[in-house]
């Protein structure tokens, strides 16, 4: 329930319908998941991919992340330090979301990080195919 008032007791209506909106915003999608995909190998072939797994996060109605689109366009992967960054990053944000999805058959080292952190903490952990079909793990 929004309260109509503001705190000294004056109507607020403003305020009232942008909570309202916001809630209502809240509720119309699901958890955010971490798309946990490979990277490095193929790059330019496994961003497509990454951003194919994150279109169907959003048609499931979740509201996905996927650091390794974002994190390259600012740190250079080629660079040690930079990468070991944008890893490091990447599962900040992980603790963030509520559910690791993991994507193919190909687990690389910076995917297995970020499953063993979300297992750590007891996080849903979901496995799909390339495809985005679920399987077991």
Not at 8 to 26: C, F, H, I, Q
Not at 32 to 47: A, K, R, T, Y
Not at 121 to 136: D, I, N
């Amino acid at each position: 329930m929004v309260d109509k008032y503001n705190a000294e007791g004056y109507p607020d209506p403003t305020a009232s319908e942008a909570l309202k909106n916001v809630l209502r915003e809240e509720k119309r999608y699901k958890p955010c998941v971490f798309i946990c995909s490979p990277f490095s190998s193929d790059i330019e072939g496994n961003l497509k991919k990454a951003r194919a797994y994150m279109r169907f996060a959003v048609e499931q109605g979740m509201v996905p992340f996927a650091p390794h689109l974002l994190y390259p366009q600012v740190l250079d992967d080629t660079d040690c330090s930079e990468r070991e960054l944008g890893l490091t990053l990447g599962l900040i944000w992980l603790g963030k979301c509520d559910e690791l999805w993991v994507f193919g058959r190909y687990v690389s080292t910076g995917m297995e990080r970020e499953i063993a952190k979300a297992k750590r903490r007891g996080m849903p952990v979901r496995y799909f195919t390339e495809q985005c079909k679920e399987v077991g793990e």
